[in-house]
Nanobody
Framework: QVQLVESGGGLVQAGGSLRLSCAGS????????MGWFRQAPRKEREFVAS????????YYADSVKGRFTISRDNDKNTVYLQMNSLKPEDTAVYYC?????????????????WGQGTQVTVSS
């Protein structure tokens, strides 16, 4: 079992930056692939970024490539999402997710554990 708690959301102006953190508990966290997803009002939840258990492989949605960076620190059981050059369209609730398998995936259905989400609001 893995429990996930996100933090770091907030209100930022367009062009600004935020860093989201996801703290995990449970002995298997370091062997899980991790992902970030987001859900904007009246939209489906969508993939943002994922990282393999070693951190050696990462994937990004086209909409965030070059602006967002996913990373992890297995010693701290934490995964991060650094978000730069934020746009109003990045406004959403951001969710952290863990996949018991080690390889990163972009497929929402393959994730086994989810955090409660953190709100990110980007003003224009």
């Amino acid at each position: 079992q893995v429990q996930l708690v996100e933090s770091g959301g907030g209100l930022v102006q367009a062009g600004g930056s935020l860093r989201l953190s996801c703290a995990g508990s449970g002995r298997t966290f370091s062997t899980c692939a991790m992902g970030w997803f987001r859900q904007a009002p009246r939209k489906e939840r969508e993939f943002v970024a994922s990282i393999s258990w070693t951190g050696g492989n990462t994937y990004y949605a086209d909409s965030v490539k070059g602006r967002f960076t996913i990373s992890r620190d297995n010693d701290k059981n934490t995964v991060y999402l650094q978000m730069n050059s934020l746009k109003p369209e990045d406004t959403a609730v951001y969710y952290c997710a863990a996949d018991r398998r080690p390889l990163a995936t972009m497929t929402e259905a393959e994730y086994d554990y989810w955090g409660q989400g953190t709100q990110v609001t980007v003003s224009s």
